[in-house]
């Protein structure tokens, strides 16, 4: 059996069993780079030794030639569905990959995006606040609608994201699915900051929160909104993401517990949060260290 054959019959199974963004997803990375470069090869012939040439190919291309090379995020996943497929281990040596630091705001910073928000208020604005907030991820923000909110109980519930996927079969599809773990399916408690402006902006319950109308907004062009306020604010430019780097970190200097924080994230467990999003700044570093000093007295 040629390879290729396999990981056609093997991508029919994960779209029955699979997240559709999981399955596109695989699709993606077999058609794009496991197929041109591996299908032809009979199963019996994938070896450690092609595979790791492959990979190794994969990585350095895009540096060597037009920036083009796959991540290593992306190379793993490779590897991932590769050991899926083959029906035999295969052990393949990566490159060292430094940890990438990640950005989080500066307090200065923050406090500056936040009276900017607060001043011209409208439900974009709003939708930053809420993630500043509350931590919550962009595709979660998209698909909130107002009847997720609950303004007696001062809460807002996290049950789907929005996501755009494609595949040279479905095209572009924009889907609002449950969020992509068990765990981040949540309830988040709001405090009184931003329940004043959930109460000033209040609309129907079918109305999304970022538009105040039946109309969505996807996650891109909001992206591209909240990069215009940085630039205009003369902010150091910070991913979406960051917003929710530096909720978690905030959480942990204002002495939020690990467990709860982890919760909040919608995370599986503690250890992710602590890994992924948690960054001390250098003040609460010195503190740190300075509990030494009356310790050793």
């Known amino acids: 059996m ?10 029919e199974e994960q779209r029955t069993y ?33 595979v790791q040439e492959f990979i190794l190919d994969k990585l350095d291309h895009g540096n060597l030639v037009n920036g083009s090379g796959l991540s ?14 083959v029906n035999k281990d295969i052990e393949i040596r990566l490159p060292y990959d430094p940890p990438k630091s990640i950005e989080i705001f500066e307090k ?27 931590g919550i991820r962009i595709g979660e923000l998209c698909a909130l609608k107002w009847s997720d909110i609950d303004l007696d109980n001062r809460t807002v519930k996290i049950d789907k994201t929005m996501i755009r996927t494609y595949t040279k079969i479905d095209g572009s599809v924009l889907r609002i699915p449950p969020p992509k773990s068990r765990s981040s399916n949540r309830i988040i408690p709001l405090n009184s900051s931003i329940m004043y402006y959930a ?18 907004i996807e996650p891109n062009k909001f992206r591209l909104y909240y990069n215009r306020i940085l630039k205009s604010l003369r902010i150091d430019h910070r991913t979406f993401h960051s917003l929710r780097h530096t909720f978690a970190t905030r959480c942990i200097e204002c002495g939020c517990d690990y467990k709860s924080l982890s919760q909040l994230l919608g995370h599986s467990n503690v250890a992710i949060t602590m890994n992924l999003y948690v960054h001390p ?17």
């Open 108 to 134: 200065e910073d923050q406090i500056s995006l936040i009276n900017h928000l607060q001043s011209n208020i409208n439900p974009r604005n709003f939708g930053i606040l809420l993630c500043i907030h509350t």
């Open 18 to 50: 699979q997240k559709y963004s999981t399955y596109s997803l695989y699709f993606n990375l077999c058609t794009n780079h496991i197929i041109p470069g591996l299908g032809d090869h009979d199963m019996e012939f994938i070896t450690e030794d092609i």
């Open 2 to 11: 040629k390879y290729k054959d396999r990981l056609i019959k093997w991508l």
């Open 199 to 216: 109460n000033l902006l209040q609309q129907d319950d079918d109305c999304y929160v970022l538009t105040g109308t039946n109309k969505y």
């Open 281 to 297: 700044q250098m003040e609460l570093k010195r503190k740190c260290v300075e509990l030494l000093v009356d310790y050793y007295k």
């Open 72 to 85: 290593m995020k992306y190379v793993k996943d490779l590897l991932c569905i590769i050991n899926l497929t």
